[in-house]
């Protein structure tokens, strides 16, 4: 078991972060290690009346080049990559004047809070680390000597440990640190690299990296039988990944995405504009509506599908106001997410111990660039987010009749929801709120079959005479390939229509509308999302 234990005598520390830098490094004295460090931390810790040696005294060169080089030298990375039980190792050490180092504290220059608050290409650059990676490196690949801690949340279990064992390591913990310091600098150069490719306007660079830090480990994934966990990666997307859970229990994985998808379709809707709501099931839109309030925008949701909004997840464009609270409350909800919420509305939702409220700070840019990536067998697809808005669009008239502007203003609206559904898509929409979603059929006859089925079903619960789809626009996420999802979709009472356009058969789709006195414009734009 001994040979597994490793005391530590010497420790080199250079750390970006500070924090708890000072009290890490003085309970490391107190078991007599001697203490290394460079720059700034050698002074913050020699400040606090630690005794430092500097790493220039180290390795016999000044720091240089701004402090570019410093710790790039023999007598730094011979003492780290020694294996103490190799002879031929130890003699060079003896005959090169290098003792060994057996701890090593590194974070790393902070590159990406550098590229997040959108630096200049040359500051960026200059908060790329070189010498830290190379130390954290080699350190790791030699964890059967050395311990390697690359950020403060480790210092107390290094702690731990020393006070378990007598201020030794054992290789179990060693191996731990290993392993996430290896992680941690695949994923400092992956976003290296992806902020280089992004710079050079290269979209498919030879090589992709994709990294994230982990959020929590979730209790399972799609299903019990799958592990699962959630990842924060280094884009700065407001969203679930940011959001502040207020109360309840763990969000599942299903749930993570669900309130991605719900989040996403809402920040559509501009909250100077008008008050949104979407509700969604298994990713899903199964309703959304606009309206003068975050109330009036849940009511007129919730009459699209309220079968379907039985345990969704609701979001919102706006603050979570009492009244929204208290009508959101009224039918089991399984999350709630907004940018913000009141003292108020956070303690009528609190009254539900199993309804959880995000707060996520604000609403992610529909507009914003951005990758989005994929796993297949074997590959990774990653592609550039759909971030058209229709709004950017020339709608273009193709038919014989040309849109009123209520029912342009619906049109505009549905194809915004539209964006949000899975393919193939057929959305009704009336008075800026969703009457008949059909989603991720095979068929897009089927889905506005279903879209119009489902519109009846809401009527008959209402106890209204006919379905909102009377009078109503339809959105379609792509062409018509033939004329006949077009007629299901007029014979459930539409009045006019927004879809792409490109099919071969456009020409036979619009005769059709025309020979039933609808309108039709085209975006030139395709929403297909699987």
Known sequence: MTEYLRRATRALISVSDKTGI???????????IELISTGGTRRILGEAGLAVLDISELTGFPEMMDGRVKTLHPAVH????????????????????????????????????????????????????????????????????????????????????FAQHGGVTTLALRRRLSAKAFARTAAYDAAIA???????GDRAPDYRAVSGRLIEELRY????????????????????????????????????????????????FDPARTAACAIIKHANPCAVA????????????????????????????????????????????????APN????????????????????????????????????????????????????????????????????????FAFRVAKHVKSNTIVYAKDSATVGIGAG???????????????????????????ATRGSVVASDAFFPFADGLLVAIEAGATAVIQPGGSVRDDEVIKAADEHGIAMVLTGTRHFRH
């Not at 830290?132 to 440990?161: C, F, Q, W």
């Not at 990842?231 to 309840?248: C, F, I, K, W």
Request: aromatic letters at 6%; one cysteine or more.
């Open 194 to 200: 992806n902020w280089f490719a992004d710079e050079l």
């Open 78 to 161: 011979g003492g780290l990559l020694a294996v103490r039980s190799n002879a031929r190792h130890t003699e060079a050490m003896r005959a090169q004047h290098i003792r060994p180092i057996d701890l090593v504290i590194v974070n790393l220059y902070p590159f990406e809070e550098t590229v997040a608050r959108r630096a200049s290409f040359t500051e960026c650059i200059e908060n790329i680390d070189i010498g830290g990676p190379a130390m954290i490196r080699s350190a790791a690949k030699n964890h059967a000597d050395v311990a390697v801690v690359v950020e403060p949340t480790d210092y107390a279990i290094v702690l731990d440990e």
């Open 290 to 337: 606009e309206g003068d309030s975050l109330l009036a925008a849940y009511r007129k949701a919730l009459a699209c599908d309220p079968v379907s909004a039985f345990g969704g997840i609701v979001a919102l464009n706006r603050t979570l106001e009492a009244e929204a609270a208290r009508a959101i409350t009224e039918i089991f909800t399984e999350v709630i997410i």
């Open 441 to 467: 059929q095979t068929s897009r006859v089927d889905s506005a079959r279903i879209a119009a089925r489902k519109a009846e079903d809401a009527a008959k619960e209402a106890g209204l005479a006919e379905p």
């Open 341 to 412: 919420a009141t003292e108020e509305a956070i303690a009528i939702v609190g009254a539900k111990k199993n309804l959880r409220l995000l707060i996520a700070g604000g609403l992610p840019d529909p507009r914003a660039r951005g990758l989005t990536a994929k796993t297949v067998a074997g590959g990774l697809l990653v592609q550039s987010r759909d971030n058209a808005v229709v709004d950017d669009m020339e709608l273009k008239p193709v038919t014989r009749r040309a849109p009123s502007n209520a029912e342009l203003r619906d049109l505009r």
């Open 22 to 32: 000072v009290e890490f490094a003085r309970a490391l004295a107190g078991y007599g």
């Open 221 to 268: 994934g799609e299903n019990p039988h799958q592990s699962a966990a959630f990842y924060r990666t280094p884009e700065a997307r407001l969203g679930v990944a940011t959001a502040r859970q207020t109360q309840g229990k763990q969000l599942s994985y299903n749930n993570i995405n669900d309130i991605d998808a719900a989040y996403e379709c809402v920040a559509e």
